[in-house]
């Protein structure tokens, strides 16, 4: 997630200022096509070419419409996460206590299940973040590659602290980590064995019924979220949708200067020659407009429009170890390079 307000050149350019240049090619190598050939017959009518780019833009429009749609819903999602996680620190902190059995153990039992809340965060995080075939980081030659070293700067490098930092916070018990090894999801899991644990301390009378009830709905609640992330991360934007935009885009750009070098020569003299940048500018806009709204399609896969997810897992972190009042917390998530992951 960009956090900065604007975009300066460097941050323009890198994301989509290098179109420009092969635009800039393209609509040198028509205009001076029809300035040493005399081939008029080239100019296209620019009615035709209004009602494309009209046509084009408003595509394009809805199908970023729709990619910001599932971006928004994402971050709602991990903002539900946030709240939930709040709630179910509250719950287990004060519903949790008995006269009957030990109070070691009862402390015990409520530090294993936030470490554990703590740890299924982090594990739901990573594995949201398994590439998917349709993903830019899962493209094959050339383009593949970009996406990966891109998310390779945006993530690996950046947060090499923060990522080893978490690995080395052993939030699972030695004797439970082998019950989770081969599981197909182990975020699932995770929260199966919260459910476990509250039914136990429910039996050992650590909790009344309706205290019991309330957890389990948190719990619930989570299986919701967590459904709902895999539902985006798993089902693709209509494939439709995305690559006939994309289809559109390459057409009209493909058009756009044997329309406008005869709409600039109507001028006279070599006014036609403005259609290279002029050109260049609109067809960039196109192509920009395409790309931003590819980018926003998948919000899970670490590139710059992904929700932050390492930051809100560290955010719930801070929260519940704070409300457990351990002293070892960590430092909240700063972005790097206006860039919060």
Known sequence: MIVRKTLGLRQIYEFGGHHFIWLTGWMLLVSATYHFTQWRWMAIPWLPMSVIGTSVAFYVGFKNHQAYGRLWE???????????????????????????????????????????HIAYLYTLRQQLLAPAPWEHVSLRWIFGSFNRKRHHLLLDIPYQEELAEIAGRPYLEPEEQPLYEGV????????????????????????NMMQHIELQRMLNNFYDEQGKAERIKRFPFPRHYGSFSFVFVCIFVFLLP?????????????????????GALIGWIFV???????????????LYNDV?????CRTIEIDLLQMMGEKNVPKPIQPRNSVLM
Not at 89 to 101: N, R
Not at 184 to 207: V, W
Not at 258 to 278: A, C, N, Q, R, T
Request: one cysteine or more; glycine letters at 8%.
């Open 74 to 116: 994402a971050r709602k999602i991990w903002g539900a996460m946030i709240n939930n996680s709040r709630a179910l620190g509250t719950m287990v902190k004060h519903f949790v206590a008995s006269d009957t059995v030990n109070a070691q153990v009862v402390e015990l039992a409520k530090k294993r299940i936030i470490h554990r």
């Open 184 to 207: 197909a999801n182990k975020a699932t899991q995770l929260i199966d064995r919260q459910s476990a644990d509250l039914a136990r301390l429910h039996a050992d009378g650590c909790m």
């Open 258 to 278: 044997f329309g406008i070098v005869g709409e600039f020569s109507k001028l006279g003299g070599d006014m036609y020659w403005l259609s290279v940048p002029i």
């Open 288 to 302: 920009v407009m395409e790309i931003v709204g590819d980018y926003s399609e998948n919000p899970f896969e670490g």
């Open 308 to 312: 932050p997810m390492l930051s809100i």
